[in-house]
Each structure stands twice: as structure tokens, then as C-alpha cells.
């Protein structure tokens, strides 16, 4: 019922949906184990059943990070309960979020994008696909889900902008510098050759010309990425790193690439904030290294 709740009404994405599910299943086995029973009771549960369960994930050792998810997904399984009149009260209400681990992001400068980028030829319909995900992930720092569940009619070629549904399907705006826009529209030239459905609008399509999996786009990724970098914890994520270091690098504003990382509050941004900021009041086109150029 409660995921149902998030898919119909809250309108997440089927992945935000599944990661909800994986993690209230683990609590749910969890519960069903210190009930011991194999239909444990949601109104038996209290606040230090909660608490247990988290320590028990962080002694085993799990990252306080991935903990604070968990966690987040089951205050707000119950914040529904007792908010639809199913439980008289919220067991999990006042518990603290585990205090997360800092770590930098990891990202790659811009000599190593720059190599990266122009290291791969478009020669075929599959390099040509391969080179236009590259560019949008760092040409936007458009997000994995936000890229894979791209259709066609969100890219504006003549306005160079591209409209994404974020996080809680709020809706974004992001220019595209020129480098990534010829290459999504090289790859579109070339997108028929994936033999697709007349009807299919996913943009990029995998070799059976279906649209193209999370993974397959990590896989791609990895692939370039590790051809001309020797980092390791080469991701998608690790574009989108790069994308908002290099804008904030070049003089970009916190507030400015808050908004076109889609981020709900200016404290997930701050992380960035490790690089130098000596021109704080440069624009999208005036900041970022690949906008402007041909």
C-alpha cells in the first residue's frame, strides 16, 4: 500500500520506489526476526526497535549514510502510517538521523574530461550514443535516473535547453553547452540505426533498440572513463562531480549550481565548495569550460 502511495500520489520514479521497498523489506525481516514471528506486528514496533535495527546495520558495517537512508525510508513508511489513522502514533518521529561520514566527491579536472571527451570518435551509431551520455553527464549534471528516463521531446535543440523531472518529479530546466548539443544531435541522426519502435521516445536506446538500462549506462561510462583515467570509483556520479567542481572552479555561484544540479537545499551543495571560487558572479555560458566552444 505505501509504495503503491509513492508511485500513484508522490509520483516517484520506479527506482526511488524499488530502493523504498529494499530497504523497509530488510527492516521488515529485521522486526520479523526480534518478533520471531513470520508475521511480525507494525504496531508492536517502538522507537528503540528502530534504533537497534540501525546500529545493528552500522555494526555490520555499513556506512552511517546508507543507514540515514534507511532510516529516511522508514520515518516515512510510518509519517504515512500515522498520518492515514492506521497507527496511533510515530514510532520513529523523533529518532536522529545517523550523522554521515564526510568524504569529497571524487571528480576528474579538466584536462582529464577534456582527454576523456575528445578521446572518443563517434564513428559508429553506438560511439556516437556513447559520446552524446558522456557530454549531457557533464555538459548538464543531469542525474543517472533523470538520463535514462530522457524522451525525446525534452530536448530543446533550438533553445539548447533540457527539461528534466528531478527528484520528487520537480521539474528543471538546464542549458546544454554546444559540445554536448552537436553530439546529441549527431547521436540523433544516428539513432534510427538501433531500429527502434515507431513509438518508442526513450532517447538513448540500447543495441536491441529498447530503451537503455541504469546499468547499461554505468557500463558505458566505466568503459570510457577508465580507458583514460586510472581513478578509481569511475560513475556516472563522478560526471556530474566534475561538472559542478569545474563550474564552481571557474567563478560559478552556489546558488546558481544548486539550481541546475536540481538540489532541494543549499547544504547538499556545500560539499562542492572545496574547490576555489575567485570569480563568483559568472553565468552558466561565461563558467563552464565546454560551453562556448566548437
Do not use: C
Not at 539550481?259 to 558572479?281: D, F, N, P, W
Amino acid at each position: 500500500m505505501f509504495l503503491q502511495y509513492l508511485a500513484a500520489e508522490r509520483r516517484f520514479s520506479g527506482h526511488s520506489v524499488e530502493a523504498y521497498g529494499r530497504d523497509l523489506g530488510q527492516f521488515e525481516e529485521y522486526v520479523r526476526t526480534v518478533q520471531g514471528s513470520a508475521s511480525p506486528s507494525i504496531e508492536m514496533i517502538r522507537k528503540p526497535d528502530i534504533q537497534d535495527f540501525l546500529g545493528e546495520l552500522i555494526r555490520h558495517g555499513m556506512t552511517r549514510k546508507t543507514a540515514a537512508r534507511k532510516l529516511a525510508s522508514i520515518k516515512a513508511l510510518f509519517r504515512y502510517l500515522s498520518r492515514s489513522g492506521r497507527l496511533p502514533f510515530n514510532p520513529a518521529g523523533q529518532i536522529i538521523s545517523p550523522k554521515a561520514e564526510k568524504s569529497l566527491p571524487v571528480y576528474l579536472s579538466e584536462a582529464e574530461m577534456q582527454k576523456v571527451l575528445d578521446g572518443i570518435q563517434p564513428d559508429s551509431a553506438a560511439d556516437a550514443r556513447d559520446l552524446a551520455i558522456l557530454e549531457l553527464f557533464y555538459g548538464t549534471g543531469i542525474r543517472l535516473s533523470e538520463l535514462t528516463g530522457l524522451r525525446l521531446e525534452q530536448v530543446d535543440g533550438v533553445r539548447g535547453n533540457i527539461r528534466v523531472w528531478g527528484k520528487g518529479n520537480k521539474e528543471r530546466i538546464m542549458p546544454a553547452g554546444s559540445r554536448a548539443l552537436q553530439a546529441l544531435s549527431r547521436y540523433l541522426k544516428r539513432r534510427p540505426e538501433f531500429h527502434p519502435d515507431p513509438r518508442e521516445t526513450v532517447f538513448f536506446l540500447n543495441a536491441e533498440g529498447r530503451p537503455l538500462s541504469r546499468r547499461g549506462v554505468q557500463w558505458i561510462v566505466g568503459k570510457w572513463l577508465r580507458r583514460f583515467s586510472e581513478r578509481t570509483r569511475l560513475s556516472p556520479h563522478v560526471l556530474r562531480h566534475s561538472f559542478a567542481t569545474h563550474l564552481l572552479d571557474r567563478g560559478a555561484g552556489l546558488e546558481g549550481v544548486r539550481e541546475l544540479l536540481g538540489h532541494a537545499s543549499l547544504s547538499t551543495t556545500q560539499i562542492y565548495t572545496h574547490v576555489s571560487m575567485e570569480r563568483l558572479k559568472r553565468v552558466y555560458q561565461q563558467s563552464f569550460p565546454r560551453a562556448g566552444r566548437k
